[in-house]
């Protein structure tokens, strides 16, 4: 099946900025988490969105991506994701699927990286804001110390498939329309290992690899935010035949604070003021993530009035600067008034040349003529 263009996968036009891209990829990887979202193909889906975001991410990926698209000459026969390796799709796989043949034979037997794990990490709020040494525990396949890997009993070795002779392939020869031609396939025998086990290991029972629960140390990068991931190189899966061991991903799930709202790296908090601090002004402590802070209060101030308080939010995960902390002010108004505070507010009005009996009336009226459709 042909890869979707990354740009339709995140939902994007071709000139959608870094920030765009980001918060698409942001999205999209909340909707389809595996632990977020049972659908059948919900892994597959946020696979796609990871690798449109790792590519379109890139200044050099995505400018290479722009004009090569799938096909780009510097990542090898069968571009992004794809190459000529041995997990690519390169001339041996155009052969085979045409004319049923392959061009090389692999070795069963060859060293070969392990598998890729992927764990999501609950974390608090402040804890994605400071980082955090901590430790996690997962499952994961590692080589199994009773029989060193081999699948077989301690004192004895596996033996040479007699079937493929230790290749691991076996060859079936086909009539076509051009002629007998011969395709390679697995050795139903062996299961193309190129090795038959006469007598399993008690442990691991011919597999060669046990599943253990292993902590791990973690080290929670200073700002990292909801949905970015951190690569731990070295701890995926064990290796086969000696290969080197797989990676793991870990993905950060941030809970949401009390008080504190973030938005990239900057902070938002919502300031309550009593209708009197925000007539005459005041002087006050605001919460921050570093501490409380003093912000003055200029008389006059409105609902939706932004105070910036800067240097006050998150360091930027790749040490890209720091964030401000936004103060967003809200004013309230009092629902119960004993009747001196009412007298007070109406003094208040008078003083200033307001009518309420005014302000009431044009309100009765406007509410008259929207009825009457006026």
Same mark, same amino acid.
Request: aromatic share 8%.
């Given at each position: 099946m042909s890869k979707r263009d990354y740009y339709d996968v995140l939902g994007l036009s071709k000139s959608a900025s870094k920030d765009e891209?980001?918060?698409?990829?942001?999205?999209?990887?909340?909707?389809?988490?595996?632990?977020?979202?049972?659908?059948?193909?919900?892994?597959?889906? #946020?696979?796609?969105?990871?690798? @449109?975001?790792?590519?379109?991410?890139?200044?050099?990926?995505? @400018? &290479?991506?722009?004009q090569f698209g799938h096909t780009d000459p510097n990542q090898g026969f069968g571009g992004f994701g794809g190459g000529s390796g041995a997990d690519g799709f390169g001339f041996d796989d155009i052969f085979s699927t045409f004319f049923g043949g392959n061009t090389r034979r692999r070795d069963p037997n060859a060293p070969r990286k392990g598998d890729d794990l992927q764990y999501s990490m609950n974390i608090d709020f402040m804890e994605a804001v400071f980082g955090k040494?901590?430790?996690?525990?997962?499952?994961?396949?590692?080589?199994?110390?009773?029989?060193?890997?081999?699948? @077989?009993?301690?004192?004895?070795?596996?033996?040479?498939?007699?079937?493929?002779?230790?290749?691991?392939?076996?060859?079936?020869?086909?009539?076509?329309?051009?002629?007998?031609?011969? &395709?390679?396939?697995?050795?139903?025998?062996?299961? +193309?290992? +190129?090795?038959?086990?006469?007598?399993?290991?008690?442990?691991?029972?011919g597999a060669g690899r046990v599943t253990n629960k292993k902590k791990i140390k973690v080290t929670i990068p200073e700002g990292v935010d909801d949905g970015q991931q951190l690569r731990v190189s070295g701890?995926?899966? @064990?290796?086969? &035949?000696? +290969?080197?061991?797989?990676?793991?991903?870990?993905? #950060?799930?941030?809970?949401?604070?009390?008080? #504190?709202?973030?938005?990239?790296?900057?902070?938002?908090?919502?300031? &309550?003021?009593? #209708?009197?601090?925000?007539?005459?002004?005041?002087?006050?402590?605001?919460?921050?993530?570093?501490?409380?802070?003093?912000?003055?209060?200029?008389a006059g101030t409105q609902t939706g009035t932004r105070f910036r308080l800067k240097g006050k939010g998150v360091k930027n995960v790749h040490g890209r600067g720091i964030g401000d902390q936004h103060v967003v002010v809200k004013v309230l108004t009092p629902k119960k008034m004993t009747?001196?505070?009412?007298?007070?507010?109406?003094?208040f009005a008078a003083i200033s040349g307001d009518s309420l009996d005014e302000y009431s009336s044009s309100l009765f009226d406007k509410i008259k003529r929207s009825i009457k459709g006026d």
């Amino acid at each position: 099946m042909s890869k979707r263009d990354y740009y339709d996968v995140l939902g994007l036009s071709k000139s959608a900025s870094k920030d765009e891209i980001r918060k698409a990829y942001r999205s999209l990887s909340k909707k389809y988490h595996p632990d977020l979202n049972k659908a059948d193909d919900a892994v597959e889906k #946020f696979k796609e969105v990871t690798e @449109a975001y790792e590519i379109l991410s890139d200044d050099s990926k995505k @400018a &290479n991506y722009d004009q090569f698209g799938h096909t780009d000459p510097n990542q090898g026969f069968g571009g992004f994701g794809g190459g000529s390796g041995a997990d690519g799709f390169g001339f041996d796989d155009i052969f085979s699927t045409f004319f049923g043949g392959n061009t090389r034979r692999r070795d069963p037997n060859a060293p070969r990286k392990g598998d890729d794990l992927q764990y999501s990490m609950n974390i608090d709020f402040m804890e994605a804001v400071f980082g955090k040494e901590t430790e996690v525990e997962i499952p994961k396949e590692e080589t199994c110390d009773t029989c060193d890997g081999s699948g @077989a009993k301690k004192g004895t070795t596996p033996k040479t498939c007699t079937h493929c002779g230790g290749s691991g392939q076996i060859s079936v020869t086909q009539n076509t329309p051009l002629g007998q031609m011969v &395709n390679r396939r697995a050795c139903p025998h062996c299961q +193309g290992t +190129g090795k038959i086990i006469p007598e399993k290991c008690s442990t691991c029972h011919g597999a060669g690899r046990v599943t253990n629960k292993k902590k791990i140390k973690v080290t929670i990068p200073e700002g990292v935010d909801d949905g970015q991931q951190l690569r731990v190189s070295g701890q995926g899966e @064990a290796g086969h &035949n000696g +290969g080197p061991a797989g990676d793991l991903y870990i993905v #950060f799930r941030v809970r949401q604070h009390e008080k #504190f709202i973030r938005e990239d790296d900057d902070i938002y908090l919502e300031l &309550n003021l009593s #209708f009197p601090q925000a007539s005459l002004g005041d002087e006050i402590e605001v919460p921050t993530v570093h501490g409380n802070v003093n912000l003055k209060i200029p008389a006059g101030t409105q609902t939706g009035t932004r105070f910036r308080l800067k240097g006050k939010g998150v360091k930027n995960v790749h040490g890209r600067g720091i964030g401000d902390q936004h103060v967003v002010v809200k004013v309230l108004t009092p629902k119960k008034m004993t009747e001196k505070q009412k007298e007070l507010m109406r003094e208040f009005a008078a003083i200033s040349g307001d009518s309420l009996d005014e302000y009431s009336s044009s309100l009765f009226d406007k509410i008259k003529r929207s009825i009457k459709g006026d």
